[in-house]
Nanobody, 129 residues
Framework: QVQLVESGGGSVQAGGSLRLSCAVSGRLYRYSMGWFRQAPGQEREGVAVIDNIGRTSYVDSVKGRFTVTEDNARNTVYLQMNSLNADDTSMYYC????????????????????????WGQGTQVTVSS
């Protein structure tokens, strides 16, 4: 059993930065950790993902601005978000899934919420212009 708790959301001016954290209880083993976001009235979309050996993938809209990392023990997953803009305003979720599947450069764009088994409760990010 894996439990996930996000933190670090908040309100920020356009151009600013936030770092989201996802605290992990339980062992991830070969699960990858994904970050998703969902704006009101929109579908939940993948943003970034990291697998159990550190390979990462990002959707085009966040490449060069967002960075996903884990601590060595995989107890915490981070999403560093820089150069934020109003389009980044969403509820952000971390999730564990994609058991045993290696992350490739296209994974973030193709992964679906149904690929993920465990979810956090979400943390709100609001960017004002």
């Amino acid at each position: 059993q894996v439990q996930l708790v996000e933190s670090g959301g908040g309100s920020v001016q356009a151009g600013g930065s936030l770092r989201l954290s996802c605290a992990v209880s339980g062992r991830l083993y070969r699960y990858s950790m994904g970050w998703f976001r969902q704006a009101p009235g929109q579908e939940r979309e993948g943003v970034a993902v990291i697998d159990n050996i550190g390979r990462t993938s990002y959707v085009d809209s966040v490449k060069g601005r967002f960075t996903v990392t884990e601590d060595n023990a995989r107890n915490t997953v981070y999403l560093q978000m820089n150069s934020l803009n109003a389009d980044d305003t969403s509820m952000y979720y971390c999730a564990a899934g994609l058991w045993g599947r290696p992350v490739t450069p296209s994974t973030a764009a193709t992964m679906r919420p149904t690929d993920f088994v465990y979810w956090g409760q979400g943390t709100q990010v609001t960017v004002s212009s």
